[in-house]
């Protein structure tokens, strides 16, 4: 089985006033594998919302987005991996964001695959997939 977890770009296609149709039908052909949503990206999703007032889809992503996957918190190990991560990035003159570094520590810890429209993560030993058409 193949675990998929999901970067803050892929709740913000979904939770869209017109959520990215591309985006909805990889979701729902991957629906018999593992699709997880870490305590990082819930936090990127939350503060973004909370910020710029959007009530209305800080209540969709809570009622009918979160709900839909599975919860991965973040470890010890995780923040370490992160760290680790970062001081590898850094190194070769490239800043990723900490939300990016722990989701890509979750990815690795899950041996998973990142679902990011982000190519970030490209400079990370981590697999990912944009469920965005191209």
């Known amino acids: 089985m193949t ?8 709740i913000s296609d979904m939770v869209a006033p017109k959520p990215n ?3 909805l039908r990889q979701l729902a052909a991957q629906r018999q594998q593992t699709i997880c949503l870490c305590e990082a990206v819930d936090y990127e999703v ?3 919302y909370l910020k710029t007032k959007a009530t209305t889809r800080l209540r969709v992503y809570e009622e009918r987005i979160k709900p839909q996957f599975q919860w991965v918190p973040i470890i010890e190990a995780d923040w370490q991996q ?3 991560f970062w ?5 070769r003159g490239l800043q990723l964001s900490d939300v990016d570094l722990l989701v890509a520590a ?12 982000d190519d ?11 469920w965005r058409a191209t």
């Open 21 to 23: 149709p591309d985006v």
């Open 82 to 84: 992160a760290a680790q």
């Open 106 to 117: 979750v990815a690795v810890r899950l041996s998973g695959i990142i679902v990011s429209a």
């Open 46 to 48: 939350r503060r973004g």
């Open 120 to 130: 970030d993560f490209d400079a990370l030993p981590v697999t990912r997939q944009s």
């Open 3 to 10: 675990v998929f977890v999901l970067d803050t770009n892929v």
């Open 87 to 91: 001081a590898d990035t850094v190194s």
